[in-house]
């Protein structure tokens, strides 16, 4: 679906279109993502060309931790690749729900939220 959408933009408005994307993606992962000690919203990072592989910080209010990921957003160039992680151990736990709890779902919901904007 990307593909259909940016095949014709100019490089400019590419790169544009791409940080949107990347922007809208990690709020919407960090503010769906539950809070207790912050751990868990403070895990989400941005990596450039690669999958960030650190714990993150603690982030209650997730304010710094897009602002952190805003800034690589921010560099990208042309065809590289953006990858928002969450190296948190439990977090597919929150995502998919585990010992009967239901999941948040936040990296799905962000997903559709996102696609259902693009069509």
Request: hydrophobic content about 35%; proline content about 4%; overall charge positive.
């Amino acid at each position: 679906m990307l593909s259909r959408v940016a095949k014709d933009l100019p490089e400019d408005d590419l790169v544009e279109f791409h940080q949107k994307i990347c922007f809208d993606a990690l709020r919407g992962v960090i503010f769906k993502t539950r809070v207790k000690t912050g751990r868990a919203r403070g895990g989400w990072q941005v990596g450039i060309d690669e999958i960030p592989t650190g714990p993150g910080r603690k982030s209650k209010s997730g304010e710094g931790t897009k602002s952190r990921g805003n800034s690589k957003i921010e560099r990208i160039r042309p065809y590289q690749v953006c990858y928002i992680a969450n190296n948190v151990e439990y977090i597919t736990y929150l995502e998919d729900g585990a010992s009967g709890r239901p999941g948040d779902h936040m990296l799905a919901l962000t997903l559709i939220r996102i696609s259902l904007t693009l069509i």
